[in-house]
C-alpha cells in the first residue's frame, strides 16, 4: 500500500462541493469511517458561503486559500474541478477529483483502491482522479476475473439512476412521477400524449420510461458515458486497447446503477470457478439477485446471474449493481484518502 501519510496523523481535510449530493455523503463516510480528520473545511458556491454546514462555515470555493490542507475531496463539475484542482494542488493538497475533467490524464491516476491502489506510488500532478460512477461498479467485479482468465473484450449495457444527474435528476424524476400518477386513468384509457410529462434533462421522459440516448453523442455515435466506460475500464485495469461496446441507458430509478455484463477471456474460466474468486473479492457482495435496493446505502458491488456466454471462446455473463453515489463517488474518493495513509 502507499504510504503518503504517517498512520495516526489528523489530516487536515476539504471538500469542495461540500453542499451537494456527494460532498454531503462525503462529509458523513468520513465520520462513518473515523477518518484522521484534524482541520474539516468546507467549500462551496458563492451563494453558499458564510452558511454553517456541521458547525463550519462555508468559504467560496472559487476564491479561498486553500493553504494548509492535506487532502481535499472535490465534487464539482469538470470545469470547476479544470480551475481549481491545479490551484489546490499547487497549494500542498493531494486533490481527489470525482469530476470527469482528469481521468484521461495520463498523469493523473484514476484508482479504485481494490482495484489499483498501486497507481497512487507516482501522483505528479498532486491530482487522483475517481471513476464514473458506472465504471466504478464494474471495476472490483472484473479485476479478479481478469487476473484469473485475462479480459479480452467487454459487452456492457447500463441501467443507471437519476441520481448520477445529481439533484436535478431526482427533481425530474419525482415531479415527473407524481405528474403521471395524477392522469394514470386517463393515460390508461389510451390518452393523448399531451397528458405525458415533457422531456427535461434526458432526450425523453423519464417517469415510467428508459432513455438509451443519455447524454451527447461523440466518437462513432457512442455517448460520452459509454466512451467513459469504455475508456476508464482501460486505464484501470491497464488494458490499453480493450474492446469495449457500451449502451448507457438511463432507468426510473433513483439510486444504484446496475450493469449486465458479457465478458470474453483470453483462458477458460467457468462461471464456477468466477463465482469462488468473486466471493473472496474485496468490495463485491454475491447476490442471487442484484438489484438497486439491495445496494443502496451499501459498500460494496452486488454482483449475480453469473453465467456462461456460449457466443464467445471462454465468455461469461454476469449482473453487477452499485450504489452510485456512496462506492460511485462518495465513499471510493474517501477510500482513496485511506490509501495514502495506511
Known amino acids: 500500500m502507499v504510504h503518503r501519510f504517517t498512520p495516526g496523523q489528523k489530516l487536515n481535510v476539504g471538500i469542495v462541493g ?17 477518518f484522521p480528520v484534524g482541520q474539516l473545511r468546507l467549500f462551496a458556491s458563492p451563494r453558499s458561503a458564510g452558511k454553517v454546514l456541521d458547525g463550519v462555515v462555508i468559504e467560496d470555493a472559487a476564491s479561498a486559500d486553500y493553504a494548509g490542507l492535506d487532502v481535499v475531496l472535490f465534487s464539482v463539475g469538470g470545469d470547476t474541478s479544470r480551475a481549481l484542482a491545479p490551484k489546490v494542488a499547487a497549494a500542498g493538497a493531494i486533490v481527489i477529483d470525482n469530476s470527469s475533467a482528469f481521468r484521461s490524464d495520463p498523469e493523473v491516476p484514476l484508482v479504485v483502491p481494490e482495484v489499483n491502489s498501486h497507481a497512487l506510488a507516482h501522483i505528479p500532478k498532486g491530482i487522483v482522479a ?59 384509457q389510451g390518452g393523448h400524449d399531451a397528458l405525458l410529462p415533457a422531456a427535461e434533462k434526458w432526450a425523453v421522459p423519464i417517469a415510467h420510461n428508459v432513455v438509451p440516448l443519455n447524454y451527447v453523442l461523440g466518437e462513432d455515435d457512442y455517448t460520452e458515458e459509454e466512451l467513459k466506460l469504455r475508456d476508464e475500464s482501460r486505464k484501470i485495469l491497464g488494458i490499453p486497447g480493450l474492446p469495449v461496446s457500451g449502451t448507457c441507458v438511463r432507468v426510473p430509478v433513483f439510486t444504484a446503477h446496475s450493469i449486465s455484463l458479457n465478458v470474453e477471456f483470453e483462458r477458460p474460466i467457468s462461471p464456477e470457478r468466477a463465482l469462488e474468486l468473486l466471493a473472496s473479492a474485496p468490495g463485491v457482495e454475491l447476490s442471487a439477485c442484484p438489484n438497486p435496493l439491495e445496494a443502496t446505502g451499501k459498500d460494496e458491488v452486488f454482483v449475480g446471474r453469473v453465467r456462461r456466454d456460449p457466443t464467445v471462446p471462454h465468455g461469461l455473463a454476469l449482473f453487477v449493481v452499485g450504489d452510485n453515489l456512496r462506492k460511485g463517488a462518495a465513499l471510493n474518493a474517501v477510500q482513496i484518502a485511506e490509501a495514502l495513509i495506511e
Not at 454531503?24 to 473515523?34: D, F, H, K, V
Not at 464494474?138 to 479478479?144: D, F, N, Q, T, Y
Open 18 to 34: 461540500a453542499t451537494g449530493l456527494v460532498g454531503s455523503m462525503i462529509r458523513s463516510i468520513l465520520a462513518e469511517r473515523n
Open 130 to 188: 475517481n471513476p464514473n460512477c458506472t465504471t466504478m461498479a464494474v471495476m472490483p467485479a472484473l479485476k479478479p476475473l481478469h487476473d484469473e482468465a485475462g479480459l479480452k473484450r467487454m459487452v456492457a449495457s447500463t441501467y443507471q439512476a437519476v441520481s448520477g444527474g445529481g439533484l436535478e435528476g431526482i427533481d425530474v424524476l419525482a415531479r415527473q412521477l407524481a405528474h403521471v400518477g395524477e392522469r394514470a386513468s386517463e393515460l390508461a
